[in-house]
């Protein structure tokens, strides 16, 4: 079982940046053999994936509507995966995921085992 707890979000005005934390309770070994991904939603929509990071660090992708304004790090001796968000516009306003699998690491949330709660971001023009 993985457990998953987001932070960092909140309203910020359009161009500024942010970042998010997904801290995993789990041990240490497990956590760097994880996948970590982040996902967004607005409502009425689907989930979207914005990045994601595999064991090591190495980034599997980042979404088209983020890349090169989106950074995906991670911290394996904290438990913790970072996403760094720039230039920010309204429409990346949404509630923000991490999600996590030791399987599969893409773009595609049913791919994912276990999902956090969620952190809601607001872009302000």
């Known amino acids: 079982q993985v457990h998953l707890v987001e932070s960092g979000g909140g309203s910020v005005q359009a161009g500024g940046s942010l970042r998010l934390s997904c801290v995993a309770s789990v041990t240490k070994y497990t956590f760097s053999r994880e996948c970590i991904g982040w996902f967004r939603q607005q409502p009425g929509q689907e989930r979207e994936g914005v990045a994601a990071?595999?064991?090591?660090?190495?980034?599997?992708y980042y979404g088209d509507a983020v890349k090169g304004r989106a950074t995906i790090s991670r911290d394996d001796d904290k438990n913790t995966v970072y996403l760094e968000m720039n230039s920010l516009k309204s429409e990346d306003s949404a509630m923000y995921y991490c999600?996590?699998?030791?399987?599969?690491?893409?773009?595609?949330?049913?791919?994912?085992?276990?999902w956090g709660q969620g952190v809601q971001v607001t872009v302000s023009s």
């Open positions: 990071t595999w064991s090591g660090g190495s980034v599997v």
């Open positions: 999600a996590a699998d030791s399987w599969a690491c893409g773009s595609w949330p049913n791919d994912y085992n276990y």
